[in-house]
């Protein structure tokens, strides 16, 4: 059945405690802007209408502030679930409609199963030894939508079943089994203190040398070659240890009395 826009609004309306004239109003009142937005955002996913037309079914209003209202109400359902699960929920409601009796329900089950398995990756981050089961694809996307989790290794075992290893540039973590070919998955193990090389595996840092220090001279008083200690030290210690050895004067400080 083909769902109007005046239904939508009127529901998006209702929800919100507002009227379908202030929804088409000029009122810049942040709950009417935000049901406003939503209104469309609900539109546009639904009914699949052109931009240009919902600005203009909306008190005549530009495709440009169609185009931020999707873009804002997306941003908001990434960043918070509940809120999601409110504009699903807001969805389906729409999505129901009775014909003498019979209830036809289109819920969208695919996104219901992945906002379900969204909030199980962030309890699972909190509370260990959460199994978590669904398939790949659904549990791909809720550990990159919750925990900018990308793939980084794979391995086989000797059955049927292949290993993957997800992190994130903050240290979370996840592993998954995948049962082949099925492509059912379980996460066995997950956390958020992984990191790209362990510290255990850094190599030392040694301190670099001072300047100059212990490299091959030539002795002033013998000219044999010696491994010098310090920057200043010119004499071998052959020589030093001689009886016959005088420090020489500086000859900055020759004509110095004493």
């Not at 549990?139 to 980084?152: H, P, R, S, Y």
């Not at 050895?245 to 020759?254: L, M, Q, T």
Request: glycine fraction near 6%; charged fraction near 25%; aromatic fraction near 6%.
């Amino acid at each position: 059945m083909k769902i109007s826009m005046h239904k939508i609004k009127q529901i998006v309306a209702t929800a919100d405690g507002l009227t379908i004239s202030e929804l088409d109003g000029q009122r810049r009142v942040q709950r009417i802007v935000r049901a406003r937005h939503l209104a469309m955002y609900l539109v546009s996913e639904i009914t699949s209408k052109p931009m240009v037309e919902i600005g203009m079914a909306f008190g005549g209003r530009d495709h440009t502030t169609v185009s931020h209202a999707l873009t804002s109400i997306k941003r908001k359902m990434a960043a918070d679930l509940e809120y999601k699960q409110y504009v699903l929920g807001l969805q389906a409601q729409i999505k129901t409609e009775d014909f003498g009796g019979l209830v036809l329900n289109e819920i969208y089950i695919d996104e219901i199963a992945q906002a379900a398995i969204s909030a199980a990756v962030r309890q699972s981050k909190a509370t260990p030894n959460t199994a978590i089961v669904g398939e790949l694809k659904v549990i791909e996307d809720a550990l990159a939508l919750e925990c900018d989790e990308v793939l980084k290794a794979t391995a086989r075992t000797a059955g049927k079943t292949e290993i993957l290893f997800f992190a994130s540039e903050t240290g979370s973590w996840s592993i998954i089994e995948v049962a082949r070919p099925s492509a059912k998955a379980r996460i066995i193990a997950t956390g958020v203190n992984w990191c790209d090389v362990h510290e255990a595996c850094k190599p030392i840092a040694q301190p670099a040398p001072p300047r100059d220090e212990c490299k091959r001279r030539n002795c002033v008083k013998c000219s044999k070659k010696f491994t010098s200690r310090h920057f200043g030290e010119r004499v071998c210690p052959r020589c030093r240890n001689s009886s016959a050895y005088r420090p020489s004067i500086d000859p900055r400080y020759e004509g110095a009395t004493r």
